[in-house]
């Protein structure tokens, strides 16, 4: 059971590595194209992969995740899943081309039609990739899906950017985005030594598996939407730019870190799905050592919004900060709920999350359109943090009634994290009141508020008898690594 919570912890660590590097890089290219091409360059390519996208979640079955949970699926379940994806992938890339002509016709510009016929390429090239590559997730070697998704970015910046130099348009933005499908589709032959073969011999039991999934998909998409379209509606462009920066800051540990973490977790859930007392403490440990992290940033953020925006916006977005900071509650309870989903998945049971989402649809649609037009932008902040928590409350209770988990076994585990989340917060807030210069509030205001998580965290763990939890086994991997030669001392109670 350790080492399973060990292999979760390490393949959770790669996934926020590989978001963490993905997103340097995507920044880093989005920087140096921004000056080297037009606004109205990233807007034409932007338009055919929003196309894209909305055509693709509307078929995503997620074949992948119906092989890793079924740990007897073998080479008639893989390439029954290879063949169908084919044939989704080939699908939409002949919607693709049909859809060129009265795209380019009703957007005014005839550069869209061959921007469709290369992404059309690009797709069906992605539907002949190794399906193999899902043993990397599923076997939790999470560090060989970290290369190979790797590779696919570093492609990407490494064609754009010099054909940004040479060709100075759009082609360079297609370019790259046609480099990371084809070294995506290369190192899924090189890396996985699994050799697919056309089948459809168990398409039923997949497509009854992956049909919840592709609902799931719908109506997630709708709700991570549905707060802009209201904004939008009902305030106009202005405000929802604001809005919208201000969510993505206020929302990056439950993109970038709860995510990658949940997609790594669910195949050690997958493991467990016949074992309730194993699943029971892997979801446990899973959820605590995910808001033992989640939470203290989100909290930082809050109570460093002004700075933030200051420093990294500039002056014009000051009206965002209050903002990030309301909706940094939401972020915080976005990122606990993330690992609800992929336990229900594992366990087989693909209709609660669309019935849970739906209900939180239910309740958020008429709280937006009712808060926003009372309160404006904070109206929608206060409706997403309502929502998000209700979500919550319903997840964690299902999973108790499915795992026989109580109220207690939970706070037990994570109540630790939230006090100390709570004295760093007071600590950074009473240093930045001192301080003026945002630059150096962030300089000092976010090492000493780490330092002082941290002591709190482990004094408090400490106190309690050094419990199974996140902070043994943060001491216990040090520990490992020798660096610190007292720690085995201190840490020999706790093994007994």
């Known amino acids: ?126 539907g002949f990739g190794n399906i193999g590559t899902v043993d990397f997730r599923r076997d939790l070697d999470i560090a060989k899906e970290f290369r190979f998704h790797l590779w696919g970015r570093l492609a990407q910046v490494g064609t754009a950017v010099p054909l940004a130099f040479w060709l100075g348009d759009w082609r360079a933005l297609v370019a790259g985005i046609c480099a990371r499908y084809g070294a995506l589709f290369l190192a899924s032959w090189t890396m996985a030594a699994y050799r697919p073969r056309l089948s459809l011999a168990r398409w039923r039991e997949l497509v009854r598996f992956s049909k919840w999934v592709l609902v799931n998909n719908g109506l997630g998409y709708l709700r991570e939407r549905i707060d802009q379209l209201v904004v939008g509606k009902l305030l106009g462009p202005a405000p929802l730019g604001l809005y919208a920066v201000a969510q993505e800051i206020a929302d990056l540990p439950a993109s970038e870190l709860a995510q990658p973490v949940a997609r790594a977790a669910y195949p050690g859930f997958a493991r467990l799905a016949h074992e309730p007392a194993r699943l029971a403490r892997a979801f446990l440990d899973s959820l605590a050592s995910l808001l033992v992290v989640t939470v203290p940033a989100a909290v930082g953020i809050a109570i460093l919004a002004d700075p933030l925006v200051r420093v990294l916006l500039g002056p014009k977005w000051l009206e965002a ?146 419990p199974p939890g996140p902070e043994r086994m943060v001491l216990f991997e040090l520990a490992a690594t020798r660096a610190i030669p007292l720690l085995d001392r201190l840490l020999a109670g706790a093994r007994r």
């Open 1 to 126: 059971m350790r080492d399973l919570g060990r292999k979760i912890a390490k393949g959770a660590a790669w996934m926020v590595a590989l978001r963490l590097i993905s997103r340097l890089l995507g920044v880093v290219s989005t920087l140096v194209l921004a000056r080297l091409l037009a606004p109205e360059d990233f807007g034409l390519v932007a338009l055919a992969t929003t196309v894209i996208a909305l055509l693709d979640i509307a078929s995503e079955f997620n074949f992948d995740l119906a092989l890793i949970r079924d740990r007897d699926a073998g080479r008639a379940e893989y390439d029954t899943a290879w063949t169908l994806i084919i044939l989704k992938c080939a699908l939409l890339a002949a919607l693709l081309v049909a859809l060129a002509g009265p795209a380019a016709s009703f957007f005014g510009d005839e550069r869209l039609r061959p921007i469709f016929w290369v992404l059309a390429g690009c797709l069906l090239l992605e």
């Open 321 to 466: 900060a209050p903002l990030v900071a309301a909706l940094a509650f939401y972020g915080a309870m976005r990122s606990a709920s993330a690992l609800v989903g992929p336990l229900l998945l594992a366990l087989g049971r693909v209709r609660i999350e669309p019935a849970m989402i739906a209900l939180h649809l239910l309740l958020l649609v008429p709280l937006l359109s009712i808060l926003v037009a009372e309160a404006g932008l904070f109206g929608a902040a206060i409706a997403l943090g309502v929502c998000a928590a209700a979500h919550l409350l319903l997840g964690l209770c299902v999973v108790g009634r499915l795992l026989a988990i109580g109220p207690r076994a939970v706070l037990g585990r994570v109540w630790r994290g939230l006090v100390a989340s709570a004295l760093m917060a007071a600590a950074v807030h009473a240093l930045c009141a001192r301080i003026d210069p945002p630059l150096l509030q962030l300089a000092l205001g976010i090492p000493a508020g780490a330092a002082v998580y941290a002591a709190s965290l482990f004094a408090l763990w400490w106190a309690c008898g050094r």
